[in-house]
């Protein structure tokens, strides 16, 4: 069955950095797009990045553009989120996806990482 | 950004009963429309997609239904698992956007 793990949240001090990963199992990992979701009680479900099949088609949200970079590495059935200059609107439970084959939705969801901006 | 709304925020209801959500989107989002289950602690689960395609394994009591800018879940007979709150999300554009959820909760 398709499994996603992410793993590299905790707490980080504004304008840090942290690095997400998400471990893929269970299904083709190079068939599919692979995204970031993020949520919080305030802002609720936010759509952050996604990635497509090979990694030359990346998008992000406007909220997290030119401080965030996702990837993909098809070698470890793997996808990342390198995030930069944080601030405490970051802190939110991250989500690793899969993207419904043809569409851009998620299908599959990890547990999630909370990640923590706070001095 | 295209912005979906969803009604009403809190729906109370019983076991049985026959439960519709309306989304809202600001602009038409043609069928490009899903819906989500999600209980505390988890991940969201897919339900429907292209506003009426039920999700494998969903079971059939959950039907989506509505075109271009309005939207509708309904559960035909709630049964104690569906109580959670609920997410549509609009995938027409990016950056794709959820709406802020209707939690259902029982009477």
């Known amino acids: 069955q398709v499994r996603l793990v992410e793993s590299g949240g905790g707490l980080v001090k504004p304008g840090g950095s942290l690095r997400l990963s998400c471990a893929a199992s269970?299904?083709?990992?190079?068939?599919?797009?692979m995204s970031w979701i993020r949520q919080t009680p305030g802002k609720g479900l936010e759509w952050i990045s996604f990635?497509?099949?090979?990694?030359?088609?990346?998008s992000y949200a406007d909220s997290v553009k030119g401080r965030f970079t996702i990837s993909r590495d098809s070698a470890r059935n793997s996808v990342y989120l390198e995030m930069n200059s944080l601030t405490a609107e970051d802190t939110a439970i991250y989500f690793c996806?899969?993207?419904?084959?043809?569409?851009?939705?998620?299908?599959?969801w990890g547990q999630g990482t909370v990640v923590t901006v706070s001095s | 950004d295209i912005q979906m709304t969803q009604s009403p925020s809190t729906l109370t209801a019983s076991v049985g009963d026959r439960v519709t959500i309306t989304c809202r989107a600001s602009?038409?989002?043609?069928?490009?429309l899903a819906w989500y289950q999600q209980k505390p602690g988890k991940a969201p689960k897919l339900l429907i997609y292209?506003?009426?395609t039920l999700e494998s394994g969903v079971p059939s009591r959950f039907s989506g239904s509505g075109s271009a800018t309005e939207f509708t879940l309904t559960i035909s007979s709630l049964q104690p698992d569906d109580f959670a709150i609920y997410y549509c999300?609009?995938?027409?554009?990016?950056?794709?956007?959820f709406g802020q959820g209707t939690r259902l909760e029982i009477k």
């Open positions: 996806a899969r993207n419904k084959m043809g569409q851009q939705l998620a299908d599959s």
């Open positions: 269970g299904f083709t990992f190079s068939d599919y797009f």
């Open positions: 990635i497509s099949l090979d990694p030359t088609f990346v």
């Open positions: 602009l038409s989002v043609n069928n490009w």
């Open positions: 292209k506003a009426s």
């Open positions: 999300q609009q995938y027409d554009s990016y950056p794709y956007t």
